[in-house]
């Protein structure tokens, strides 16, 4: 299940203005992966360049054996199937209903009956919390409700790869939590490469397996989670820790005179703030992309930050995993990757499953 | 782990202050005279191709057509009466002092249905029918619902464009009808209520000059029409960024350039028509 993504060599301008350049990167299938970015490095053109909307100038996309930028049309309609997309403000169709906007995709490409169209959708909507909208137009609800209505739509088809721009914006933070545990659970019950782009910090830290960040025109670092939270890097470090102390600055990079003043006022990045655990699936599933908690610092030799990976009622998730594991594994091996699965003890059987909707207390942000 | 790249070319743009000036108004120029013209013959290859493809979208076809009808048609007969009038009388008086009273008619069915029907028509489409279009396409590309129908895998020029250029042509076609029973009524009226010509010689004289051809090259223009206004709106629409005065300056666009394609279409076709098919005699 899943899809893994590609990208070597990718650059793209517009005329003159480089957006990025040399962009590569692995997006692990099944895994969930982030990209953050100070505001215009180009993160959504990026999204919408993974999917074929805009032709990037070099570079190669790969999905599998194909090359995205390369295909002739006729499969690049094709290989989007692939590809569930949700879009900053939903991008619903205005001159339909909610229900028709995500029965849409089904109606086109599927022969299912008008029944079980409406089964599916009512599912669909159901998982996003919508249920009792179906008869409101896009222009009737609010931005929250378009988001996730655009959710709906991009899983009908069930698709290996979801891309997510910007789910956090205008969203208020409670809504922003309980959507990215629709994504972690999505993640677990349907195993598709998720990428999402956000500038949500909170979400950066604790959703995601894997977090890459565009910086400059370059992607100044991508791998696990673990590897940029417990990087030096500075601005790696002053980004995630949403930190005015680095060398990002208000428009863009700041000087060499900012940067002495910085340092003359005796400003110090301070110690790195610890790990939070990760954000885990409320439907009992085990995720199949989830990296164990400390694998990565372990095996890379270094020391977390003090205090990492506790979560709020103080369990320490590198004892906790190897127990979360070995009572999940009956169910994951059963039915992970079923739709709507569900362990015969129900959601919450393990007591130590973080409540939907809360990530971990990650302290010192 | 190092930031690769991080300070290198990134004030590579800001060049100097006349050469920048320069190379802005060779790129603007540049843009005029080649780029867009060149997007724009791709869209209409590419939306060639949409045409042949499977299933036809009849019911966005009528809906469409329908649409523009309802925006069209009220105007259309508003602007044909005068038009009919403002003839009758122009040539009236001329005709009159010629001694050719009876061929008013004639000359009014020549002006009317070879001419004033089609440029009539043109102004209505690429005005009412064009602008409309542009603006609902234009707001859905706004809005990345052009984007989201992509990702869903459904070729936008097909499932839009297609039917809309069609609807538009083919209510061009009944526009151009409408202008020339119309304007013709209009030339009537005046030609026997206020310069006191007789109904007889007016309708007698109707086929002296024209012939069945002129009527044929008339709807055939009032289709071109309709196609290439479809064309440009969609163009137009598809292209429209930066919010919502991005609409407006696409609408705005549209018609300019719909209504000076048409002009010089409808001179193109006139021309090609006097060139193949010859003059009645008297």
Same mark, same amino acid.
Not at chain 2, 114 to 141: F, H, N, Q, W, Y
């Given at each position: 299940?899943?899809?893994?993504?590609?990208?070597?060599?990718?650059?793209?301008?517009?005329?003159? #203005?480089?957006?990025? #350049?040399?962009?590569?990167?692995?997006?692990?299938?099944g895994?969930?992966?982030?990209?953050?970015?100070?505001?215009?490095?180009?993160?959504?053109?990026f999204?919408?360049?993974?999917?074929?909307?805009?032709?990037?100038?070099?570079?190669?996309?790969?999905?599998?054996?194909?090359?995205?930028?390369?295909?002739?049309?006729?499969?690049?309609?094709?290989?989007?199937?692939?590809?569930?997309?949700?879009?900053?403000?939903?991008?619903? $169709?205005?001159?339909?209903?909610?229900?028709?906007?995500?029965?849409?995709?089904?109606?086109?490409?599927?022969?299912?009956?008008?029944?079980?169209?409406?089964?599916?959708?009512?599912?669909?909507?159901?998982?996003?919390?919508?249920?009792?909208?179906?008869?409101?137009l896009?222009?009737?609800?609010?931005?929250?409700?378009?988001?996730?209505?655009?959710?709906?739509?991009?899983?009908?088809?069930?698709?290996?790869?979801?891309?997510?721009?910007?789910?956090?914006?205008?969203?208020?933070?409670?809504?922003?939590?309980?959507?990215?545990?629709?994504?972690?659970?999505?993640?677990?019950?349907?195993?598709?490469?998720?990428?999402?782009?956000?500038?949500?910090?909170?979400?950066?830290?604790?959703?995601?397996?894997?977090?890459?960040?565009?910086?400059?025109?370059?992607?100044?670092?991508?791998?696990?989670?673990?590897m940029?939270?417990?990087?030096?890097?500075?601005?790696?470090?002053?980004?995630?820790?949403?930190?005015?102390i680095?060398?990002?600055?208000?428009?863009?990079?700041?000087?060499?005179?900012?940067?002495?003043?910085?340092?003359?006022?005796?400003?110090?990045?301070?110690?790195?703030?610890?790990?939070?655990?990760?954000?885990?699936?409320?439907n009992?599933?085990?995720?199949?992309?989830?990296?164990?908690p400390?694998?990565?610092?372990?095996?890379h030799?270094?020391?977390?930050?003090?205090?990492?990976?506790?979560?709020?009622?103080?369990?320490?998730?590198?004892?906790?995993w190897?127990?979360?594991?070995?009572?999940?594994?009956?169910?994951?091996?059963?039915?992970?990757?079923?739709?709507?699965?569900?362990?015969p003890?129900?959601?919450?059987?393990?007591?130590?499953?973080?409540?939907?909707?809360?990530?971990?207390?990650?302290?010192g942000? | 782990?190092?930031?690769?790249?991080?300070?290198?070319?990134?004030?590579?743009?800001?060049?100097?202050?006349?050469?920048?000036?320069?190379?802005?108004?060779?790129?603007?120029?540049?843009?005029?005279?080649?780029?867009?013209?060149?997007?724009?013959?791709?869209?209409?290859?590419?939306?060639?191709?949409?045409?042949?493809?499977?299933?036809? #979208?009849?019911?966005?076809?009528?809906?469409?057509?329908?649409?523009?009808?309802?925006?069209?048609?009220?105007?259309?007969?508003?602007?044909?009466?005068? $038009?009919?009038?403002?003839?009758?009388? #122009?040539?009236?008086?001329?005709?009159?002092?010629?001694?050719?009273?009876?061929?008013?008619?004639?000359?009014?069915?020549?002006?009317?249905?070879?001419?004033?029907?089609?440029?009539?028509?043109?102004?209505?489409?690429?005005?009412?029918?064009?602008?409309a279009?542009?603006?609902?396409?234009?707001s859905?590309?706004?809005?990345?619902?052009?984007?989201?129908?992509?990702?869903?895998?459904?070729?936008?020029?097909?499932?839009?464009?297609?039917?809309r250029?069609?609807?538009?042509?083919?209510?061009?076609?009944?526009?151009?009808?409408?202008?020339?029973?119309?304007?013709?009524?209009?030339?009537?009226?005046?030609?026997?209520?206020?310069?006191?010509?007789?109904?007889?010689?007016?309708?007698?004289?109707?086929?002296?000059?024209?012939?069945?051809?002129?009527?044929?090259?008339?709807?055939?223009?009032?289709?071109?029409?309709?196609?290439?206004?479809?064309?440009?709106?969609?163009?137009?629409?598809?292209?429209?960024?930066?919010?919502?005065?991005?609409v407006?300056?696409?609408?705005?666009?549209?018609?300019?350039?719909?209504?000076?394609?048409?002009?010089?279409?409808? $001179?193109?076709?006139?021309?090609?028509?006097?060139?193949?098919?010859?003059?009645?005699?008297?």
């Amino acid at each position: 299940m899943g899809v893994e993504i590609r990208v070597e060599g990718l650059t793209k301008s517009f005329g003159r #203005q480089v957006i990025w #350049q040399d962009v590569s990167l692995t997006i692990p299938a099944g895994e969930i992966s982030v990209l953050l970015g100070p505001s215009g490095t180009g993160k959504s053109v990026f999204l919408k360049s993974l999917v074929g909307l805009l032709k990037p100038d070099r570079g190669h996309i790969w999905i599998g054996d194909r090359d995205l930028p390369y295909l002739p049309e006729g499969q690049l309609y094709e290989t989007r199937k692939l590809f569930g997309v949700l879009f900053q403000d939903g991008a619903l $169709f205005g001159s339909m209903n909610l229900f028709d906007n995500i029965a849409f995709p089904l109606r086109e490409h599927t022969r299912k009956s008008e029944s079980e169209v409406k089964r599916i959708v009512l599912e669909k909507m159901d998982m996003v919390g919508l249920l009792g909208a179906e008869h409101k137009l896009p222009g009737e609800i609010s931005g929250g409700m378009k988001k996730r209505a655009g959710l709906a739509r991009a899983l009908v088809l069930d698709p290996e790869i979801l891309l997510v721009d910007e789910p956090d914006s205008g969203l208020d933070p409670v809504r922003t939590a309980f959507l990215n545990q629709v994504f972690i659970d999505l993640n677990a019950q349907i195993g598709a490469t998720f990428l999402i782009v956000t500038h949500d910090i909170n979400t950066a830290r604790t959703v995601p397996d894997n977090i890459g960040l565009l910086y400059q025109r370059h992607l100044a670092m991508f791998g696990p989670r673990e590897m940029l939270l417990s990087s030096e890097e500075p601005v790696v470090r002053q980004f995630l820790n949403a930190s005015k102390i680095g060398p990002i600055g208000m428009s863009e990079e700041k000087d060499e005179s900012e940067l002495e003043a910085e340092a003359k006022m005796g400003h110090d990045p301070g110690k790195l703030p610890s790990i939070p655990p990760q954000q885990m699936p409320s439907n009992g599933l085990l995720r199949a992309g989830m990296h164990a908690p400390g694998a990565w610092c372990a095996a890379h030799g270094v020391t977390p930050p003090p205090g990492s990976f506790v979560d709020d009622l103080g369990r320490n998730w590198v004892e906790e995993w190897p127990r979360y594991v070995a009572s999940m594994a009956p169910v994951g091996a059963s039915s992970a990757g079923q739709p709507g699965g569900m362990p015969p003890g129900g959601p919450g059987q393990f007591p130590g499953n973080p409540p939907p909707g809360r990530p971990g207390g990650g302290a010192g942000y | 782990m190092s930031t690769p790249g991080i300070g290198a070319d990134q004030r590579g743009d800001k060049g100097g202050g006349s050469s920048a000036t320069f190379r802005k108004i060779g790129d603007g120029a540049a843009n005029v005279v080649v780029r867009e013209p060149g997007r724009f013959f791709a869209l209409c290859l590419d939306t060639g191709r949409a045409v042949f493809q499977w299933p036809f #979208q009849w019911r966005e076809f009528v809906q469409q057509a329908w649409f523009i009808v309802s925006v069209t048609v009220v105007p259309t007969m508003l602007v044909a009466i005068p $038009f009919g009038g403002i003839l009758s009388l #122009q040539v009236g008086g001329l005709i009159r002092q010629l001694g050719a009273q009876s061929y008013t008619g004639a000359t009014a069915v020549v002006a009317i249905v070879r001419e004033a029907s089609p440029l009539v028509t043109s102004l209505l489409v690429a005005g009412a029918a064009g602008s409309a279009m542009c603006a609902d396409i234009g707001s859905r590309k706004i809005r990345e619902e052009i984007d989201a129908m992509e990702v869903l895998g459904i070729n936008p020029l097909h499932r839009l464009v297609v039917p809309r250029m069609f609807a538009c042509a083919f209510v061009a076609l009944f526009l151009n009808g409408l202008v020339s029973v119309v304007g013709l009524l209009g030339g009537y009226f005046f030609n026997v209520m206020l310069q006191g010509g007789t109904p007889g010689a007016y309708l007698a004289s109707f086929n002296a000059i024209a012939q069945l051809p002129d009527l044929l090259q008339a709807e055939f223009k009032a289709f071109v029409f309709g196609i290439t206004a479809g064309l440009v709106a969609a163009y137009k629409g598809l292209n429209a960024k930066g919010g919502p005065k991005g609409v407006g300056d696409a609408v705005n666009q549209t018609v300019v350039i719909t209504f000076m394609l048409l002009f010089v279409e409808n $001179f193109l076709i006139s021309t090609l028509y006097f060139q193949f098919v010859p003059s009645k005699g008297m």
